[in-house]
């Protein structure tokens, strides 16, 4: 046996860490990103946007823009064929402004040109006259009736409560808070771009785009250009991040409409400063919360109040503000709750999906609260999250029982049993002190303070969506290939998906074709669901050709194929001592089967935040060590401990390097990332004022991934991605108060909360 | 391109050869030229403002944010990218499975460890990190964590967090130190 092992762990099936297959491109600079592909005759497009956050159109004149030598086009909202809206979840975000310009930033014309530097020249003569209005961009104001309702689907995008149990039982000790989690931006480095073809007829078009979710993209194109959507085509252009800034459409209609207009390959990309007005944001929210329970520190009720500010338009806003109310316990269990969520339309940014979905923001809330009720009751913050944390079977606030495999006391005490970080030494350099080089911290006022957060996270879509993803598998003369329509956006599902079809079906060469719309929908890549949903077609469709294999190699060789198995990469009879390699035995034949994985139904919730909603969920825990300067108010992440639930590790490598990408971005939520507003204005739409976690910033991640199978999940795989960047957050906030004694009630934390 | 924008001409020395510039404009960064006239795609463009790294090359030896060079005032210079990068001591084996002894001797030991260390994720930071790696461990072969910190502290990564990228550069100053 141990011959079978030594073979085994040399293949890239599941379970190593298979390398990623687009990783010499990428190292070269020779993987295609949207942003490379050039094509003979093509024109660059450019977006004029807003300049106001709220302002009534009253005209646009594209006269003098059009004369200018090298345009080709200029279009407006008059020239949009189709419908004049678009949207994942309501359709209420026009392709360009007509009446109204409801956030700064919004799109108003695109021009098609012979150069970037011609379209900026027309962007600059094409004249648009407003009438300044005075923005809407308090929520607590914009939800109310009197306010004016700045779009005719009016200001509240959705309210829902939760009433579980007694509502008006109370306990022994309550504690309560406010907390205010800031606007931060998704900042993936690959800025949005896209190619778009024409068809010769001008029916049709060819778009190649970084994308999350290509059959959803293609749908509200097709609508926007009335076009069948057999004419749209799209083709997933690399894709550098997305973390879910790429959920929503961009520049894919305008992109398309001006190659339909010029009859040429039209090439878009935006700038930084341009990104951060072309994409949504995670939600800014204000939360209250308030905990009841015994004097022990056992939880009797919870209740809160969240305020998600959903910016100009709805985009994902009704299911952020799901994730954000029924994630109020976190990860510990509660009997009995009153929650009152809204989602409300304001002139700020839209915001939709980020990593976290919701639940960054309501977790940051228990994370704070639970610290808050240990003190009450002199507990640790351990002992407290131990008292309370969640099982498999426990009811959640919203009824709905915890299926999922819930490690949570496992993650906590895991986490606890890391060793912790060496104290700063006395010759420390100064790059290791907080502030870095820049400001330099005096160590006589450095302070370490530790920190815990943990949370529980949904996966998959939620609230009765029928979620799937498609697979085509085809195994011919020992080489498999896998078709699907999942966006690879970095995370790694090309490396996945051939480890899968390695461990099926016994071949080592996989050929991946390329993902487009020629398939059907393998959802989007997002709420952790791609290896669960996407690695559940893929194995599925594996499996169905795995069958038709032994079907075929049993006719041949005479053997009943429920005998057959895969070892190795053999055709073996279990019984007798018939053996046939895969690849001899597929010699001239092919076999290919389509596969969808559909996710168990869910329910929507009903009036009182009853209901199930979710399809499953994973825990994760984490602990922060962090050195504060408390004169300068600067913060120096040291050390950051981690025990994820991770149900299965299918690729070690990918696994880790999810685990520490989502930390430094819940590090940069933590302590630096905020798009900060002024009255309906960004005030920082660049990397020079939007300050990201560099690697000076990067803390020691020490991880233990715990494996414990999740029978649902058809890999016995946990989506990792969100759950690292969760929790993260409020174990650094807590840590910098332990290290300051400061409320610290909003994040990210500045200077200024710590100092004065 | 119309007459209308562009009539420059000049010639740039990049990655060993000379490159002719035709009909540009004089406004255009030398990352535009690299990526839309020269067929050099490697270097990305991700903040224009040199905070990211993404567009670094060398210059002359130095590593410079090639978004922040006009094109037009580096003429005279020895210009080298991504795609020109070549291993100094090309002996040194892979370990990789899935890298090919073909494509294996066409990266550089920068290249193939970051691909084995995991520090390629979106790969939209990579050409640019390899790039700075490459000119830091040229200048100081056995640098401590920290300089290997601070050094590539101008390449922002979004996705990995930076610490499979640490690996990646400990990994080749490993392999290169047992190799003198």
Known sequence: MSTVKQDTRLRDILGTSALRPDGVAKVMGSFSFSSDIWAENMLWGATLRSPHPYARIVSIDTTAALLISGVSAVITAQDVPGKATYGLISADQPVFASEFVRYMGEPVAAVAADHPETCRRALAAIIVNYEVLTPVVDPELAMLATTEQIHPDGNLIRHQKIICGDPHISGDITVEGHYTIGMQDQAFLGLEAAMAFPDSGGNGVELHIATQWLHEDRGQIAACLKLPEDNVRLVLGGVGGAFGAREDISLQVHCCLLALRTGRPIKMQYSREESFFGHVHRHPAKIWMKHHASKEGKIVKVESRMMFDGGAYTSTSPAVLINGITHTQGPYQCDNAVVDGYAVRTNNPPCGAMRGFGVVQACFAHESQMDKLAQACGLSPVEVRLINAMHTGDKLITGQVMESVAPVERCIRETDAIPMPEPLAANANVLELPGGSGRTADRQNIVRGIGWGVSMKNLMYSEGFDDFATARCTLSNGIASLKFATAEVGQGFVTLAPQIARSVLGVDDVVLETSDTQIGSAGSTSASRQTWMSGGAVDGACRLVRERLFEHVGKLHNIDPIRLMIEHTDVIDTIGTFRISVAEATQGITLSETFEHHHRKTEDLDANGQGNCHVAFAFVAHRAVVDVDIELGLVKVVQIATAQDVGRVLNPLSAIGQIEGGIAQGLGLAVMEEIIMDNGRVKNPSFTDYLLPTALDAPSVVAIMIEEPEPQAPLGAKGIGEPPCISVTPAIVAAIRAATGKALSRVPVRPQDICL | ?180
């Not at chain 2, 094109?71 to 892979?94: C, R, Y």
């Not at chain 2, 460890?113 to 000119?135: K, R």
Request: aromatic content about 4%; overall charge negative; hydrophobic content about 35%.
């Open chain 2, 1 to 180: 391109m119309s007459e209308s924008i562009g009539n420059e001409m000049y010639t740039l020395r990049i990655n060993g050869q000379d490159r002719h510039v035709k009909d540009a404009w004089v406004g255009e960064s030398l990352l535009y030229v690299l990526r839309e006239r020269l067929e050099l795609p490697g270097s990305k463009g991700a903040c224009e403002q040199g905070e990211c790294g993404s567009c670094t090359v060398l210059m002359d030896g130095d590593a410079v944010c090639s978004c922040l060079v006009m094109a037009a005032t580096a003429v005279g210079a020895d210009i080298v990218t991504v795609e020109g990068l070549i291993e100094k001591d090309p002996s040194m084996a892979s370990t990789a499975r899935t890298i090919t002894d073909q494509i294996s001797g066409q990266i550089t030991d920068v290249q193939r460890a970051f691909i084995e260390e995991g520090g390629v994720q979106c790969g939209f930071c990579t050409p640019g990190l390899i790039v700075a790696v490459h000119h830091l461990l040229d200048k100081n072969p056995d640098p401590t964590e920290l300089e290997v910190k601070e050094s590539i502290s101008g390449n922002i990564c979004r996705c990995t967090g930076y610490g499979r990228i640490f690996a990646a550069v400990e990994a080749v100053v490993q392999v290169r130190k047992a190799s003198r």
